[in-house]
């Protein structure tokens, strides 16, 4: 098992920044590759970023690249997701995941998730 833990979110005007933070306990980190998805009411979970476990490859959607980063801490068991630049379409709950070593843009692809912390952006 791994627990996730997800920190972070808060309500940002427009173009400000949040720094999203998810803390991992439990089997070992390193064998996940790990991803951020994000999810509004009524709508299927979507794939955000993914990085892959020896910090070496990272994934995006189209939507966030060049505003996101994801970056991870094998040592301290940590995976970040910086977000810059903001859009009121950014709004959603952002959830964290741990999942196979191959790269997977599939929610169901991914064993263990965090509860979510809400990300909210004001026009």
């Known amino acids: 098992q791994v627990q996730l833990v997800e920190s972070g979110g808060g309500l940002v005007q427009a173009g400000g920044s949040l720094r999203l933070s998810c803390s991992a306990s439990?089997?070992?980190?390193?064998?996940?590759?790990m991803g951020w998805f994000r999810q509004t009411p009524g709508k299927e979970r979507e794939f955000v970023a993914a990085?892959?476990?020896?910090?070496?490859?990272?994934y995006y959607v189209d939507s966030v690249k060049g505003r996101f980063t994801i970056s991870r801490d094998n040592v301290k068991n940590m995976v970040y997701l910086q977000m810059n630049s903001l859009k009121p379409e950014d709004t959603a709950v952002y959830y964290c995941?741990?999942?196979?070593?191959?790269?997977?843009?599939?929610?169901?692809?991914?064993?263990?998730w965090g509860q979510g912390t809400q990300v909210t952006v004001s026009s």
């Open positions: 995941a741990a999942g196979p070593r191959e790269f997977e843009l599939r929610s169901r692809a991914y064993d263990y």
């Open positions: 990085i892959s476990w020896d910090v070496i490859s990272t």
């Open positions: 439990g089997r070992t980190f390193t064998r996940y590759n």
